[in-house]
């Protein structure tokens, strides 16, 4: 059991859950600090969380909410009445054969229970009808064989970090969760692979490889708490991606079970392999819709052995978005190149020790990273690179130690939650350009938010031209919230516009799925259609996502035995 004190100021919130599933484990224990929330101004306690150390922001977010405005949130899901979406309930002798699969205490059917794996990080919220944690590949594929003989929703779900809805039951159904597949199965070192199981939290993995002086590269934000499944269902990226790719560059085999219960492998252990068709690469970034993720075999490298981390900062926005493309024109092969503006920077600042400049308006966060002598080399040659093609309004810094480097790299990634101090919700947007049009996206973004009155930011992983621009909104200000979705369908336009994608590594979801047509041709997408179809004959898998409006997602479980 666990319980929950939350003290809000007036009066203490007692949460008890006798079954705290992950989600609820991932609590902090101390939400009362700088870019985590502006709302709340408490603490929460834990006791006996079953030894989860990690946080979830998204519950955070939720709860925080819950206190500012409990007609409107939702982990109001507590309660059918509070406003969570419900699709339906279950035949409960489909229940009963779920909990034959996996047991009775990993099959959760309460309304609090449910409310905890209603949610993503898109605000949105979804009552499943039941949720299921499964500890094998073939308890996995006895859940995926009932719903296809009963046609009831599967949706798999990670951490549920995830910003376009993709872990969202929206057609009700069964939300299979990960949590109890969280093993590291092997780590290669002579060949430098590792095999996991989906729901391995991807900063954990890192940090075990750090032991054996190797490296998985791909590094979200939420890495302290997001999975590797989900971050293969939706390709996930990250400030490395500008030298390292992102996930589907590092997984090189799975195995995963197909919608109707079959266990199929695909891809290699090795680094070469070219037997028929490359199923791996089709499925990752599917968002769940093709195939649920079992086991992945990764890639790894070596670890590097030294980095160096500066700091640009710049009085013009113009000037510092510009530099990007330059940077990299130069032969400089930076291992992150990340860009702020003014808005990011001023909801993260107090996060650093040593004040900025008094004029900046935009800075740059670049490291490099090899051997020490790639290190250095690269540090100098940067050094110059800056004195002969930065104007005088640029000053460098560069990080005198780790601490530092800690400091500047939490402050980045504290960006996302932080905004929330700005307004209370967010269209959170992860568009890409060609590197040499960041500077067009981000005058644009500014034009913009000045012609619909709106609060929008614009930071991220310039070194590939993903670029997050957040709008910031009041739901319940109309006016200011219709702006916000007009900014939303503006911004896609330009960005298409510009030779860009509408996403860099959140994907599709129930999000942008009204925008496709802007950026994949008729036959594109009728083709992709049909591979869904192929995969997935009854629709089981993730209904309502990335194809929505067409007849053949509308499809929902019958709730019959």
């Known amino acids: 059991m666990a319980v929950f004190i939350l003290v809000t100021g007036d009066r203490p919130v007692i949460i008890v859950m006798l079954r705290p599933p992950p989600a609820i484990g991932l609590?902090?224990?101390?939400?009362?600090?700088?870019?985590?929330?502006?709302?709340?101004?408490?603490?929460?306690?834990?006791?006996?969380?079953?030894?989860?150390?990690?946080?979830?922001?998204?519950?955070?977010?939720?709860?925080?909410?819950?206190?500012?405005?409990?007609?409107?949130?939702?982990?109001?899901?507590?309660?059918?009445?509070?406003?969570?979406?419900?699709?339906?309930?279950?035949?409960?002798?489909?229940?009963?054969?779920?909990r034959a699969v996996v047991g009775s205490q990993h099959l959760l059917t309460a309304p609090e229970e449910l409310a905890c794996y209603s949610y993503d990080g898109t605000g949105k919220s979804y009552l499943p009808d039941a949720v299921a944690l499964p500890a094998t590949t073939e308890e996995v594929s006895s859940l995926l064989t009932l719903a296809d003989k009963h046609r009831f929703p599967v949706i798999p779900r990670g951490a549920g970090s995830g910003m376009t809805g993709g872990a969202l039951p929206v057609q009700g159904g069964l939300v299979i969760v990960f949590s109890r597949m969280n093993q590291i199965i092997e780590i290669d070192t002579e060949n430098m692979i590792a095999v996991v199981e989906p729901g391995v939290i991807t900063g954990e993995l890192q940090t075990a490889l750090e032991k054996h002086h190797l490296m998985y590269p791909p590094d979200p934000a939420s890495l302290r708490f997001c999975t590797i499944g989900g971050n293969a269902a939706e390709s996930a990226g990250g400030p490395s991606a500008v030298k390292y790719g992102v996930t589907r560059d590092y997984v090189i085999g799975l195995e995963v079970v197909l919608p109707s219960g079959d266990i199929m492998k695909t891809g290699v252990r090795t680094e070469k392999g070219v037997v028929g068709y490359d199923l791996t690469h089709l499925l990752l970034g599917s968002e769940g819709t093709l195939a649920v993720f079992t086991k992945l075999v990764l890639r790894l490298l070596p670890l590097p052995e030294a980095r160096a981390t500066f700091l640009l900062t710049f009085a013009d926005l113009a000037e510092a978005t510009s530099l990007v493309a330059k940077i990299l024109q130069s032969g400089l092969l930076p291992c992150t190149l990340e860009y702020m503006d003014k808005t990011a920077i001023k909801v993260v600042k107090h996060l650093l020790n040593s004040p900025l400049p008094d004029k900046t308006t935009a800075l740059l966060l670049i490291e490099f990273d090899g051997n020490e002598e790639e290190v250095a080399q690269q540090t100098a040659r940067f050094n110059r690179f800056v004195r002969d093609r930065a104007g005088s309004g640029c000053q460098l810094r560069r990080a005198a130690n780790e601490a530092e480097r800690t400091e500047l790299w939490q402050a980045r990634r504290?960006?996302?939650?932080?905004?929330?101090?700005?307004?209370?919700?967010?269209?959170?947007?992860?568009?890409?350009?060609p590197r040499s049009k960041i500077p067009d996206l981000s005058n644009f973004c500014e034009q913009?938010?000045?012609?619909?009155?709106?609060?929008?930011?614009?930071?991220?992983?310039?070194?590939?031209?993903?670029?997050?621009?957040?709008?910031?909104?009041?739901?319940?200000?109309?006016?200011?919230?219709?702006?916000?979705?007009?900014?939303?369908?503006?911004?896609?336009?330009?960005?298409?516009?510009?030779?860009?994608?509408?996403?860099?590594?959140?994907?599709?979801?129930?999000?942008?799925?009204?925008?496709?047509?802007?950026?994949?041709?008729?036959?594109?997408?009728?083709?992709?259609?049909?591979?869904?179809?192929?995969?997935?004959?009854?629709?089981?898998?993730?209904p309502g996502k990335i194809f929505p409006d067409d007849e053949y997602s509308k499809l929902r479980h019958t709730g019959s035995g």
Request: proline share 3%; hydrophobic share 40%.
């Open 27 to 98: 609590l902090l224990q101390d939400i009362d600090r700088p870019g985590m929330s502006s709302h709340l101004r408490g603490i929460v306690r834990r006791r006996d969380i079953s030894g989860h150390q990690h946080i979830d922001l998204h519950l955070v977010t939720a709860l925080e909410d819950l206190r500012v405005r409990p007609d409107r949130h939702h982990v109001r899901g507590l309660r059918a009445e509070d406003g969570v979406s419900r699709t339906g309930s279950m035949d409960q002798a489909i229940l009963a054969q779920l």
């Open 448 to 542: 913009m938010a000045a012609e619909l009155s709106l609060i929008i930011l614009t930071f991220g992983h310039a070194g590939d031209g993903n670029i997050h621009v957040n709008i910031m909104v009041d739901k319940e200000n109309r006016k200011e919230y219709e702006n916000g979705l007009k900014a939303k369908e503006k911004l896609f336009t330009f960005v298409v516009e510009l030779g860009g994608t509408l996403s860099g590594e959140h994907g599709v979801g129930i999000t942008k799925s009204a925008f496709l047509h802007l950026e994949i041709d008729p036959v594109a997408l009728a083709v992709q259609k049909q591979l869904k179809k192929l995969f997935d004959p009854n629709n089981i898998l993730n």
């Open 414 to 433: 504290s960006i996302s939650p932080a905004t929330f101090s700005l307004r209370p919700d967010k269209i959170s947007e992860d568009v890409v350009v």
